[in-house]
């Protein structure tokens, strides 16, 4: 019998990072003194590996430079790091809801665009590193929304589809999800509107913790 999983993504679902995002991609372009793009364009590629979500932004220019930027977008992330600028809080109730699951006896993931080092400072920041038994990155995935990621959690997980359930708040997310034969389920609060989720086929889109808790347990 298969374990139950629920895969979160991290930007946009657990952590609010969007401040800290748009500045070190501001800086990125800017270092390189080109125009910024605006808030709104930023935070519709957030998700996707960083690389690609540079290509978003700047689909002219070539694979090389848009490595060359991603470089850019780290150095000036680590940067705010170092000067105790970063901020990623958790969105209500998702402390509470993740130590809720694993006491129900849900196995629990991540599967995230942040770096393998990103994300481990994030949850160790928060205290809930310890719930979480897969973490899969862009470091050693491509990018949503190929379902590399999913499978890999299942695996490390021991879970199969049927009872796996991917949470995330843009389309890359469910479109992930339905690739890997996962139930996809939107949050609300994130940087993708929910009638996007819903057009990609979310199976569900929750406008606050309790409610997810609801529709992760099928109601």
Known sequence: MSNRLAVFDCDGTLVDSQHSICTAMTRAFEGEKLAAPDRAAILSV??????????????????????????????AFQHLRR????????????????????????LLGVATGK??????LCLEHHG???HFVTLQTADRHPSKP????????M???GAS?????????????????????????????????????????????????????RHIHGQ
């Open 46 to 75: 957030v998700g996707l590996s960083l690389p690609l979500a540079i290509a978003r932004l700047l689909p002219d220019a070539e694979e090389d430079y848009h490595l060359h930027l991603s470089e850019g977008y780290k150095r």
């Open 83 to 106: 000067e105790n600028m970063v901020s990623e809080p958790l969105y209500p109730g998702m402390a509470a809801l993740i130590r809720d699951l694993d006491a129900d006896g849900w």
């Open 115 to 120: 770096s393998d080092r990103g994300l481990a």
């Open 128 to 130: 809930i590193a310890a």
């Open 146 to 153: 190929h379902p590399s990621m999913l499978l890999s959690a």
């Open 155 to 157: 695996a490390d997980a």
């Open 161 to 213: 589809p049927e009872t796996t359930v991917m949470i995330g708040d843009t389309s890359y997310d469910i479109d992930m999800a339905l690739a890997a034969g996962t139930r996809a389920l939107g949050v609300g609060w994130g940087y993708h509107q929910p009638a996007e989720l819903v057009a990609a086929g979310a199976h569900g889109v929750a406008m606050d913790s309790s409610e997810l808790h």
